[in-house]
């Protein structure tokens, strides 16, 4: 039996705390509705459940996916576990459990097939977002509780770091599956490469993005680079923040905050911008660097974010870099380097067509006709079995 023929008709409810048109929704939230829509498009009944917001209403379809919106950042939890066990979505076949941080604790709800979607682990994260004792019991639950809690179920990650990280926690390796992100087709804008130099940094304001480093090595180089603007393109909870850290470090007209933009902006930006600066402490996969990379624009990432280390091919589409000081002087030695920039644009632009949404939809939904079966698949992606 196909996968396609496998799931028609059965009904996946995901569980999320945000979803794209959220203002706090980023790449995790656009890796699970191109999973969803994937589903729909396969004749399954999908469901998403997140958090209420102020920018969609509270139930909508749209491609295919109902969404249904409850609760707050924290209540969505509550809000998810009991619209399961009051079957407010009538019968569920599959379930799939965003694991963002903190678990909706599902498995306790439902004895039908869970699915564990973890895009990375936050063991650093957080003691940075929430210090003190709720992020030790934040830890706890993430790396000890919960993998006891889904030890039986079946997980999906979007990078072999992860999928490396979770084994750590103690996910046995064979229901661990990767299924990368894809990219988007490119819009197209015509405008070319800014004439001064300029770097971007996409993507929410929030502390774990380390935007300070992106700032500071900004200011660091107009010494060589006078022209240099650095643009910061996004919004969120920390923004204030940024823009008092930019103001006190007498950034002026080096740092430019461009906010929430639409699509066509942000493609805009990807393309004027000689390089993308991702100085994120931690990343699952990093969305924008494939969306620049369409552009010719190869980004800049430390390492040790993780998925960084699969996303861009190492001096071939982009560079890794260990700590801030590294950082800082890969940008001014490639702001200085025209041929190797346009080199590593060139590999960057490669790059940006090895991952499509449509191979990670039908890896996908090799998964969750998988767990239907009730057969564990095992750590590479379900299409090179």
Request: overall charge negative.
């Amino acid at each position: 039996m196909s996968d396609t023929s496998e799931i028609a008709g059965r009904h996946v409810a995901f569980f999320s705390w945000r979803d794209t048109r959220n203002p706090e929704g980023g790449g995790a939230e656009r890796y699970l509705e191109k999973m969803a829509e994937g589903l729909a498009e396969r004749g399954a009944q999908v469901t998403i459940l997140c958090a209420a917001h102020a920018a969609a209403p509270p139930d909508e379809t749209l491609d295919g996916v109902r969404y249904v919106r409850r609760g707050t950042k924290l209540t969505v939890y509550r809000e998810g576990v009991s619209a399961l066990l009051r079957r407010e979505f009538g019968s569920v076949d599959v379930v799939v459990d965003v694991q963002n941080g903190l678990p909706f604790f599902t498995r306790a709800a439902t004895r039908k097939p869970v699915v564990v979607l973890v895009h990375h682990v936050h063991r650093e994260q957080w003691p940075v977002v929430y210090p003190g004792v709720t992020g030790r019991v934040g830890w706890w639950i993430e790396h000890a509780l919960a993998p006891r809690l889904y030890r039986s179920c079946q997980y999906v990650t979007v990078s072999r770091a992860t999928r490396n990280e979770l084994q750590q926690l103690g996910v046995d390796r064979e229901r661990i599956a990767v299924v990368h992100n894809g990219t988007d087709p490119v819009i197209p804008v015509g405008i070319g490469k800014a004439t001064y130099p300029m770097i971007a940094v996409v993507g929410r304001l929030v502390p774990h993005k380390q935007v300070e480093h992106a700032i500071d090595a900004a200011l660091a180089l107009r010494g060589e680079h006078p022209d240099l603007r650095l643009h910061v393109v996004g919004s969120g909870w920390w923004e204030a923040e940024l823009h008092a850290y930019a103001a006190a470090r007498g950034a002026g007209d080096t740092v430019v905050f461009d906010g929430q933009v639409d699509e066509r902006r942000k493609h805009e930006i990807y393309e004027q911008a000689w390089l993308l600066g991702l100085p994120s402490l931690k990343e699952g996969w990093g969305l924008v660097i494939g969306e620049a990379g369409m552009h010719r624009t190869p980004a800049v990432a430390y390492r040790s974010a993780g998925g960084t280390r699969e996303s861009i091919a190492h001096e071939r589409s982009g560079v890794l870099v260990d700590d801030p000081a590294e950082f800082t002087s890969t940008l001014g030695r490639l702001l200085a380097d025209h041929a190797e920039r346009a080199r590593l644009g060139e590999g960057a632009l490669a790059m940006s067509h090895d991952f499509t949404w449509q191979h990670a939809q039908e890896s996908f939904t090799h998964v969750v006709a998988s767990a239907l079966r009730g057969v564990r698949i095992d750590s590479q992606d379900p299409d090179e079995e």
